[in-house]
């Protein structure tokens, strides 16, 4: 029977590319690469423009334990270090034109590694939490003294809508996952580990287990769990596996756990067995916008204007100005026409007719929104110059019908909201309390206890936008002090 935690919805899966093997995007002719990729401090830049760098060069160092290294994804040279656009803030970038060549320096390979070896290895590469969060991988393997972890907690859960690079890579990587998941074990300890994995992936259940069977291996276990949004959120997934419930504002460790994601584990595979530190990632790119959906190996600061040239897109945004002149086109020979050259008028109407529907074709076929992760929990934007960064597990270019666009109106109390929330939070009543900008209010219905996963926006059929709420919540309640 598979497990399962309280709350949270059913959203239309829409994987697309879930049968489309991994294949390898071919790498843009300029990078842009952040300073912060994770959560934590900016790493320091170590390199000059003009200094020629190969792949895996340390790009910029980790300033303290919550940051991470950065490498550069390509070899070529150094053209500028800038300020750029990612999402709502500005940030470092460090700017490389792509010579092709590939050259290469990782770090040597380890056999048989220490726990300390692993441990530094791990940043020494650059790991940090690949699911999304970006937490630094070597920070969350040393909990602090006094506490104890007994068990390692590996999501595979992958329960947002679209995104399918977590499922292949457990297709098709599924001996260096094990590897992965065996350092991460030995840093930490711990000899109970589960990997969590939604009833909906079992060819990834059967193929790791497979693997698990064949080298004898007795201390992982997989566990299906039940196929429901937010089930791979952490809390969600601790309680599910272990029906240990984490206090609101603690961390796993607080009841002997530690999380990691699938693609951190083979990261961590291959910063250690393979010397490779962190410079490339899965990533599922789809959405009704993308011609070539699929899910692909992407350098870090590859910009999202060059994924999409190489996926296609169905029909150009030019396409769409190309009607538009024709129409203007049909539009004024139709002006100029005489009331009595009736067959003429016809024959242009009837154009004008195929144009325009023509042109609703093309305009539906056209991205309205990018979304960096899951429609539920991703990053959106309207700009293709921001970046694929260590944490992109999908790149999403939805048109218009994939976009909630209705309005919202006033909350009709139906208690919807409440009833999916995994947090059993209160929503309505903190959307409330941040209209009327009451953040003591919005705290008392435990605003910092949400997770942020959208199902009270998704099921409201008010359409409110209640994730906004309980963003603005937890920020004015920090900021604050309240
Ligand atoms: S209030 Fe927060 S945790 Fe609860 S459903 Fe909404 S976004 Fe998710
Ligand atoms: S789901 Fe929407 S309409 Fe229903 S109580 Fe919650 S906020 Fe109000």
């Known amino acids: 029977m598979p497990t399962k935690f309280f709350g949270g919805v059913h959203p239309h899966t829409n994987k697309i590319t879930q049968r489309d093997y991994i294949s390898e995007l071919t790498p843009p002719a300029k990078v842009f690469v952040p300073v912060v990729q994770h959560i934590g401090k900016p790493a320091i830049v170590k390199v000059n423009v003009g200094d020629y760098v190969k792949v895996g060069t340390l790009l910029a160092s980790a300033d303290g334990v919550i940051s991470a290294n950065i490498f550069s994804p390509v070899s070529g040279k150094v053209m500028a270090i800038e300020n750029r656009p990612m999402g709502d803030r500005e940030v470092t970038h460090i700017v490389i034109d792509n010579d092709f060549s590939d050259n290469a320096e990782f770090l040597p390979k380890l056999t048989n590694p220490t726990k300390e070896q692993i441990l530094a290895r791990t940043a020494e590469a650059g790991i940090v939490g690949m699911g999304g969060a970006g937490f630094p991988t070597a920070a969350k393997l ?47 300890d711990v000899h109970n580990i589960l990997i969590g994995v939604e009833e909906n992936k079992q060819d990834a259940i059967d193929t790791l287990n497979k693997v698990i069977a064949a080298n004898n291996i007795t201390d992982i276990k997989v566990v299906g769990l039940k196929t429901r949004y937010p089930q791979g959120a952490e809390k969600q997934l601790i309680y599910a596996l272990t029906k240990r419930v984490v206090p609101a504002c603690e961390l796993p460790s607080k009841v002997g756990v530690v999380v990691n994601n699938v693609h951190t584990a083979l990261s961590v595979y291959y910063a250690v067995y393979e010397g490779q530190p962190l410079y490339r990632r899965v990533v599922t790119v789809s959405g009704g916008a993308v011609k070539n959906k699929g899910n692909y190996w992407i350098r870090t600061g590859t910009t999202y204007k060059d994924v999409l040239a190489e996926c296609k897109t169905i029909d150009s945004r030019e396409n769409v100005k190309v009607i538009q002149d024709k129409i203007k086109e049909k539009q004024s020979q139709l002006e100029k026409l005489d009331k009595s050259q009736k067959s003429e008028i016809k024959a242009v109407r009837a154009e004008l007719k195929s144009l325009e529907k023509e042109l609703s074709t093309v305009k539906s076929s056209q991205y309205i929104m990018i979304v960096n992760g899951g429609p539920m929990m991703g990053a959106c934007t309207q700009n293709d110059e921001n970046v694929i960064t260590k944490t992109s597990s999908a790149l999403l270019f939805l048109t218009e019908k994939e976009v909630n666009t209705v309005s919202p109106s006033q909350c009709i109390n139906c208690g919807k909201c409440a009833r999916v929330c995994p947090m059993r939070l209160m929503p309505m009543f903190i959307d409330a309390a941040a209209i009327a900008g009451d953040w003591a209010e919005a705290k008392k219905y435990g605003a910092v206890d949400c997770i942020l996963c959208g199902s009270c926006s998704y099921i409201c059929p008010a359409k409110r936008d209640l994730v906004s709420s309980m963003k603005k919540s937890k920020k004015m309640i920090a900021t604050r002090g309240i």
């Open 142 to 188: 040393t909990p602090p003294s006094g506490v104890t972890i007994d068990t390692l907690v590996i999501n595979g859960a992958e329960c947002e809508p679209y995104i399918t690079s977590d499922h292949r890579i457990m297709l098709e990587y599924p001996e260096q996952i094990l590897k992965g998941i065996r350092y991460i074990a030995t840093a930490l």
